[in-house]
């Protein structure tokens, strides 16, 4: 079992900066590919961000390449989502999941669930 908690969430305005941070406790992570999702109301889940086991490879949905970066840190079981540029659009619940090995881009594939972070994002 991995227990995942997200955290680092808030209020920014327009073209500000968040960093989320979700830490994992009991298997270590290393062997898990990690995940941010979002989801806003009234909308279903989608795919943010993701990284490799090993952090080499990392995958963006379009709407956030080259404002957010996803990285980890294997010896401290945490992985970051850095968010720059801020767009009220980007406001909603993120969540960070984790699945064995390779990354997918559909929730349904990720084992284990953080509890949500909410990042608003005022124009």
């Known amino acids: 079992q991995v227990q995942l908690v997200g955290s680092g969430g808030g209020l920014v305005q327009a073209g500000g900066s968040l960093r989320l941070s979700c830490a994992a406790s009991?298997?270590?992570?290393?062997?898990?590919?990690m995940g941010w999702f979002r989801q806003a109301p009234g909308t279903e889940r989608e795919f943010v961000a993701a990284?490799?086991?090993?952090?080499?490879?990392?995958r963006y949905t379009d709407a956030v390449k080259g404002r957010f970066t996803i990285y980890r840190d294997n010896a401290e079981n945490t992985v970051y989502l850095q968010m720059n540029s801020l767009k009220p659009e980007d406001t909603a619940v993120y969540y960070c999941?984790?699945?064995?090995?390779?990354?997918?881009?559909?929730?349904?594939?990720?084992?284990?669930w953080g509890q949500g972070t909410q990042v608003t994002v005022s124009s």
């Open positions: 999941a984790a699945r064995s090995w390779d990354y997918e881009l559909v929730p349904s594939q990720y084992e284990y």
């Open positions: 990284v490799t086991w090993s952090g080499r490879n990392t």
């Open positions: 009991g298997r270590p992570c290393r062997r898990y590919a």
